[in-house]
C-alpha cells in the first residue's frame, strides 16, 4: 500500500502564492508519474498540473504561467508552487501519484486552497 500525505494549503489574498506538498510512502518502487488535481465548489475534479519521471510537465491552460509542479523522487514528493492566486482558483487540491504501474494510483486526501481577500 501506498499513503500520501498532503501540506501546504490555507487562505491566501488574491494575488499571492502557496506551495502545496504531497509526501507518499509505503511500497513505492517506481513512480510513474505525480499529479495535482482540484475540485472547487459544485466543480467536477480537474487536473491541473502532472510530471513524469522523465520530468515532462502538462498544465491545465487555466494555471499555465503561473502553477509549477516538479518532483522529488529521491523523496518521493510533489511539490505545485502557485503564484498569482485568483479566487477562481479556490479548491480542494488533491495529489495523485502512478506507482509500480501505469494502472496503480493512489490520492491524497486533499488540502483546501482559499483564495479571498
Known amino acids: 500500500q501506498v499513503q500520501l500525505v498532503e501540506s501546504g494549503g490555507g487562505l491566501v489574498q488574491p494575488g499571492g502564492s502557496l506551495r502545496l506538498s504531497c509526501a507518499a510512502s509505503?511500497?513505492?518502487?517506481?513512480?510513474?508519474?505525480m499529479a495535482w488535481y482540484r475540485q472547487g465548489p459544485g466543480k467536477e475534479r480537474e487536473l491541473v498540473a502532472s510530471?513524469?519521471?522523465?520530468?515532462?510537465?502538462n498544465y491545465a491552460d487555466s494555471v499555465k504561467g503561473r502553477f509549477t509542479i516538479s518532483g522529488d523522487n529521491a523523496k518521493n514528493t510533489v511539490y505545485l508552487q502557485m503564484n498569482s492566486l485568483k479566487p477562481e482558483d479556490t479548491a480542494v487540491y488533491y495529489c495523485?501519484?502512478?506507482?509500480?504501474?501505469?494502472?496503480?494510483?493512489?490520492w491524497g486526501q486533499g488540502t483546501q486552497v482559499t483564495v479571498s481577500s
Open positions: 495523485k501519484f502512478t506507482v509500480n504501474s501505469f494502472s496503480n494510483h493512489f
Open positions: 509505503g511500497s513505492i518502487f517506481s513512480i510513474y508519474a
Open positions: 510530471i513524469t519521471r522523465g520530468g515532462s510537465t
